[in-house]
């Protein structure tokens, strides 16, 4: 069992940053690829980045030049620098995270969702 703990949320202005923060612990392997996703009310929930272990990012159209995800390897934890905000970035942000076991299985984790909210 893995659990993922988000924060860093809030609200700000539109042009302003947030950093988000997500750490993993519990009972795993490994922790591999982690990423960001967001949700908007009304709206299917999209990737926003992603990050492997060797630090390969992908970012979703939308947040490219705007947002950077990076990871800390020895503190299992991921982090999305958000810079720019618009207000359409407004939405619940989740952490997920791919970890192994001992067995080598491969098991997908989500956290409970952090608020983000640009006003403007």
């Known amino acids: 069992q893995v659990q993922l703990v988000e924060s860093g949320g809030g609200l700000v202005q539109a042009g302003g940053s947030l950093r988000l923060s997500c750490a993993a612990s519990?009972?795993?392997?490994?922790?591999?690829?982690m990423g960001w996703y967001r949700q908007a009310p009304g709206k299917q929930r999209e990737m926003v980045a992603t990050?492997?272990?060797?630090?390969?990012?992908d970012y979703g159209d939308s947040v490219k030049g705007r947002f950077t995800i990076s990871r800390d390897n020895d503190k299992n934890t991921v982090y999305l620098q958000m810079n720019s905000l618009k207000p359409e970035d407004t939405a619940v942000y989740y952490c997920?995270?791919?970890?192994?076991?001992?067995?080598?299985?491969?098991?997908?984790?989500w956290g409970k969702g952090t608020q983000v909210t640009v006003s403007s």
């Open positions: 997920n995270a791919n970890a192994t076991r001992i067995s080598q299985r491969m098991y997908n984790f």
């Open positions: 519990g009972s795993f392997f490994s922790i591999n690829a």
């Open positions: 990050i492997t272990p060797d630090f390969s990012t």
